[in-house]
């Protein structure tokens, strides 16, 4: 298959080995959408079907996917938005809603241009599968990301183990700031080793929290601009925003770093990674969504630029179809239920009760923390998503010991991160799992497990 439009952008400059030549065969799923549209008789869906009185006991006259009669006592969903194969690309209503979610939340006036900038969303089996997929179609084995040391730790399993390349790290913090410096230093190694640069960046970060104030976000979005002028690549930005909506200070960027990225006009990519496990809450639904925001400037006209989105879906696609095949129907179909039945509106306000009580956990063990007197400790800064991070003197006190220590004699469990080469020594707390009356419990038995050392 040929790709005559994306073939001329920045973005195919980007692409691995395997993101240049993979593409969605005109296989079983193109027959079969001819077949629903041209065939009287068709033989083309591996699914079972049959009619309902056939197969359930008081079943009706309907033509429906084979299912077990126990499965609606647990859904009053209709079998056919849960039983059968979804799309490969996730189902088209689904795609639409995220897609129309995704300009609301860019909180714009201009949310025709956003519109127009971004790609459909593809669906992708949760927000781990969607780095996967991502880093899949950008990295070969060898070639580097850039992303902050302190980071999720799958990032590591998906990108070094699983696709054997590499991660260029970089210092999170100096003096309690993003390390504008180190991203620059981090860009301008990578250039001389490979042709495109590709960053993760995760704000709410897991681990620390950490959120970028305004002031902050601009420094970094300048560090790129120039950065790319410099060095005159393509320049790939996966914003990971598994938990975008989880913001707890006036001071910090409420939304996506994604819309600041995708208003450059220079070749800057930004990705969009997103989805219900925690927006909509939904944490084992497995229904993740990769945006690409894409430039009208690459292309002359805009029957070109459709083409663009369309040659990109095709390649999304082709990846779905090698890896996964297609997603979760049923959660899909909860998904367009609730955006369809609550609407938006409806599911940011049911969710803001569970971000008010996560906002008085945040500042709550924030306050006690800073009660804790000691030379050995410090907070990372934090204003967001589930979790803080401890960092503790690696001289004195290793993360894993103290972590066990603290389980042992105190009966408290955190997530120790040790990585002495990234310079990294502490605990992880999600206090989103601790109530609000048991923390200062909690960090007073931290306090007590400091005092051991």
């Known amino acids: 298959m040929e790709f005559k439009v994306i073939e001329k952008t920045p973005l195919f400059k980007a692409l691995s080995d395997l993101g240049k030549r993979i593409f969605l065969p005109a296989g079983i799923f193109y027959w079969s959408g001819r077949a629903k549209k041209e065939a009287e008789l068709i033989g083309t869906i591996g699914t079972a079907y049959g009619y309902e009185k056939d197969f359930i006991d008081g079943g009706s006259e309907e033509w429906l996917p084979c299912y077990l009669e126990d499965f609606k006592e647990f859904s009053s969903l209709n079998v056919r938005s849960v039983v059968p194969y979804a799309p490969i690309g996730g189902v088209a209503e689904v795609r639409k809603s995220w897609k129309n979610w995704i300009v609301k939340k ?73 390390n504008v410096q180190g991203l620059k230093d981090a860009i301008q190694a990578v250039s001389k080793k490979q042709k495109k640069i590709i960053i993760i960046l995760n704000f709410p970060n897991n681990p620390t929290g950490y959120c970028p104030t305004r002031e902050e976000a601009a420094q970094i979005l300048e560090a790129l601009k120039d950065s790319q002028d410099k060095v005159k690549l393509p320049f790939v930005i996966l914003v990971d925003d598994a938990y975008e909506p989880y913001t707890y200070s006036d001071e910090v960027l409420d939304i996506s770093f994604f819309y600041d990225l995708l ?60 890896t996964i095949s297609n997603t979760n129907h049923f959660y899909q179909a909860v998904t367009q239920k609730m955006f369809t039945e609550k609407g938006m509106d409806r599911i940011i306000e049911a969710r803001e009760k569970v971000k008010q009580m996560l906002k008085e956990r945040y500042e709550l063990i924030n306050a006690e923390l800073s009660n804790i007197d000691s030379p050995d400790i410090s907070i990372d800064p934090n204003a967001g998503g589930f979790f803080l991070f401890v960092n503790l003197n690696p001289d004195k006190i290793k993360a894993s010991t103290f972590a066990d220590h603290l389980l042992k004699k105190y009966k408290v469990g955190v997530i120790p991160i040790e990585k002495l080469n990234l310079n990294i020594n502490g605990i992880r707390i999600a206090y989103c799992s601790i109530d609000l009356g048991k923390i200062p419990e909690f960090i007073k038995r931290i306090q007590l497990a400091l005092e051991d050392f």
């Open 263 to 322: 208003k450059i006009e220079g070749d800057i990519i930004p990705i969009k990674l997103d989805g219900i496990s925690k927006e909509l809450l939904a944490y084992g639904g497995r229904v993740g969504f990769a945006t690409f925001g894409l430039k009208r400037n690459w292309i002359d006209t805009d029957e070109e630029f459709e083409a663009l989105k369309a040659e990109l879906n095709n390649k999304l696609e082709g990846m779905n179809r090698s």
């Open 106 to 178: 860019s909180q714009s006036n201009d949310t025709e241009s956003i519109e127009q900038s971004i790609s459909l969303p593809i669906v992708t089996q949760g927000i781990t599968n969607g780095i996967f997929m991502i880093c899949s179609f950008l990295l070969n084995p060898g070639e580097s990301i850039i992303s902050p040391n302190k980071r999720w730790g799958n990032y590591d399993n998906i990108i070094t183990k699983n696709l054997a390349a590499n991660i260029e790290s970089f210092e999170f913090f100096i003096e309690g700031k993003f």
